[in-house]
């Protein structure tokens, strides 16, 4: 098996068919399977995933989960069941628009060993329809050739962020094999580190994928969506420590109080002065306890006033 396409769903029932159709209309000359793992779906997505496994019986495995695990969970099982030489991701909400997207990349891993792992850039659908460039361009200028950025060694900057969109991504399996065992391997931040230590990179240069904005849900306040992001970053951060704890020895210590932090700022737009007095005595580090909203908390009146300078900022 040349290729494995790894497809994680919940709930897209919308969006599955665009997603599946952009992987089958591919043109290739290697054989491929899909490994679509769906975390519980209860809108219909499971349905229309097993329709399709009926139609290409040869190319679908399904992964069905009777439980809701997460999006790591997830991942963890459908790159342990991915068995080709490389693999490629498209989330059940993403898709690809260049029909020679896995080609291109197979046919660059399959020419420069030293290259691990491949991108292309994407561009951002946005709720509204809106469709939006979307450009890494914090690295390095590149050296180009035929069409491709070759960026070598990007490790300094994977530890710290994904250097291309997950729905981009095409790399070899045997690179992650050692790390499977990890839940929160697929997560972007976590794979690319992973790929970036042992191999280099090498972005194709014009859009061939298609990232929907908006995956976080629309019903959690701003706080919420602050304090999901920031538990999906600091448990990020930590796998990276305990899988290279030279190269990421973060200060856990400051990803604690990152959270602890925002939950004092909920506090203070809440007006719950001594939930907020808490919050800030547990934090740990110079760097959250001299924050505006951390150093100048001393009681019931400082909070009211913090909780005004909030408000006129938010508005």
Same mark, same amino acid.
């Given at each position: 098996m040349v290729l494995s396409i790894g497809v994680l769903t919940y709930n897209h029932v919308f969006f599955i068919r665009q997603c599946l159709e952009s992987i089958l209309t591919q043109r290739v000359s290697f054989d491929?399977?899909? /490994? %679509?793992?769906?975390?519980?779906?209860? *809108?219909?997505?499971?349905?229309?995933?097993?329709?399709?496994?009926?139609?290409?019986?040869?190319?679908? /495995?399904?992964?069905?989960?009777?439980?809701?695990?997460?999006? &790591?969970?997830?991942?963890?099982? %459908?790159?342990?069941?991915?068995?080709?030489?490389?693999?490629?991701?498209?989330?059940?909400? *993403?898709?690809?628009?260049?029909?020679?997207?896995?080609?291109?990349? /197979?046919?660059?891993?399959? &020419?420069?060993?030293?290259?691990?792992? %491949?991108?292309?850039?994407?561009?951002?659908?946005?709720? *509204?329809?809106?469709?939006?460039? *979307?450009?890494?361009?914090?690295? &390095?200028?590149?050296?180009?050739?035929?069409?491709?950025?070759?960026?070598?060694?990007?490790?300094?900057?994977?530890?710290?962020?994904? %250097?291309?969109?997950? /729905?981009?991504?095409?790399?070899?399996r045997f690179i992650i094999e050692p790390f499977m065992q990890y839940e929160g391997l697929g997560n972007d931040l976590v794979l690319q580190t992973v790929l970036a230590k042992h191999s280099w990179f090498a972005k194709y240069e014009r859009p061939m994928t298609m990232y929907r904005q908006g995956g976080v849900s629309t019903s959690r306040n701003d706080f919420e969506k602050r304090l999901y992001y920031n538990d999906w970053y600091v448990n990020n951060r930590l796998l990276q420590k305990k899988l290279f704890p030279v190269d990421c020895n973060w200060n856990e210590d400051e990803l604690m109080d990152s959270g602890d932090y925002i939950r004092l700022q909920q506090a203070i737009s809440e007006w719950d002065w001594r939930r907020s007095l808490g919050l800030k005595r547990i934090l740990r580090t110079d760097v959250y306890k001299k924050k505006k909203f951390s150093k100048y908390l001393l009681g019931p009146l400082s909070c009211f006033l913090l909780w005004i300078i909030q408000k006129c900022y938010v508005s």
């Open positions: 491929y399977e899909i /490994v %679509v793992g769906d975390d519980a779906s209860t *809108d219909g997505t499971k349905e229309i995933l097993q329709q399709y496994q009926r139609n290409y019986p040869d190319k679908f /495995v399904l992964l069905l989960g009777d439980d809701n695990q997460g999006i &790591s969970a997830n991942y963890k099982r %459908v790159l342990q069941n991915c068995h080709g030489k490389y693999i490629a991701l498209c989330e059940g909400d *993403d898709y690809w628009t260049a029909k020679d997207k896995l080609q291109k990349q /197979v046919d660059f891993l399959e &020419s420069h060993p030293e290259y691990g792992f %491949v991108g292309a850039y994407s561009q951002l659908l946005f709720p *509204d329809g809106e469709i939006k460039e *979307d450009k890494y361009d914090y690295m &390095s200028k590149p050296i180009i050739e035929n069409g491709w950025e070759l960026y070598g060694d990007v490790f300094e900057y994977a530890k710290s962020g994904p %250097v291309t969109r997950t /729905v981009s991504l095409c790399f070899r």
